[in-house]
């Protein structure tokens, strides 16, 4: 079946540390991934997506590594802030690209 | 301006009750979705349509109907509502509803309450 993330775990970070959020997924044939954030109270927001032909892909202040060998994607996040509290989700399009498969999020909070 | 809104942003109604939940997009989309958010916090797609055209429909009761009148809108009615439908419904869209190549924006979602 489809399975990408992990149970709901809690990441707490100091203020100007990096965090890192991990996620495996089941698909090996994926090779589309994509980060959302979830603030409270709010819809799920694009952050950074990365294709399987990429290792790693860079944005402002979040790096996605990609290990298609083990199945795993992990989000990092540079010099956190307390504006970056909040669930991540990994998710997954499927194969036909018109469906987004969520992993089922970790939730970050930054203590300042 | 919001780009894609959803009313009521809270619903609390009693069990067997019939409820709807409007969700519209400003723009200019021809795919929109409706997820379901349960209470910890899993996110799964319910439907999706794309230019008024039904094009997913997980496997969800019979219960909740999609319809979508304009591409700009697609409202979701439950019959019947039972407490397992307490949950935050998203609404969502994208341009073409090729999501390997663009981005889905979503709603602030309904926070559904069944007593």
């Known amino acids: 079946g489809e399975s990408v993330g992990l149970h709901l775990p809690t990441l707490s970070v100091q203020e100007g540390d990096n965090s890192i959020i991990n996620c495996a997924y089941s698909?090996?044939?994926?090779?589309?991934f994509i980060w959302y954030k979830q603030e409270s109270g709010k819809g799920p927001q694009f952050i950074i997506d990365i294709r399987s032909n990429m290792d790693k892909r860079q944005g402002q202040r979040v790096t996605v590594l990609l290990n298609k060998t083990v199945k795993h994607l992990s989000l990092q996040i540079a010099a956190t802030q307390p504006g970056d509290s909040a669930v991540y989700f990994c998710?997954?399009?499927?194969?036909?690209?018109?469906?987004?498969?969520f992993g089922a999020g970790t939730r970050l909070f930054v203590k300042a | 301006d919001t780009a894609v809104s959803q009313t009521p942003k809270y619903l609390v109604t009693q069990m067997g009750n019939d409820k709807s939940i409007k969700c519209e997009q400003n723009l200019g989309h021809d795919t929109m979705y409706w997820y379901k958010q349960d209470s910890k916090k899993f996110l799964k797609i319910m439907f999706s349509?794309?230019?008024?055209?039904?094009?997913i429909n997980e496997t969800v009761p019979n219960r909740f109907s999609p319809k979508s009148p304009d591409k700009a809108h697609l409202n979701l009615h439950i019959n019947s509502l039972e407490l397992g439908d307490s949950a935050v419904y998203f609404c969502?869209?994208?341009?073409?509803?090729?999501?390997?190549?663009?981005?889905?924006?979503f709603g602030p979602g309904t926070r559904l309450l069944v007593l």
């Open positions: 349509y794309n230019n008024k055209e039904l094009i």
């Open positions: 698909n090996s044939a994926s090779d589309y």
């Open positions: 969502a869209s994208s341009p073409s509803g090729n999501l390997r190549s663009e981005t889905q924006y």
């Open positions: 998710a997954e399009i499927n194969t036909g690209g018109f469906k987004t498969i």
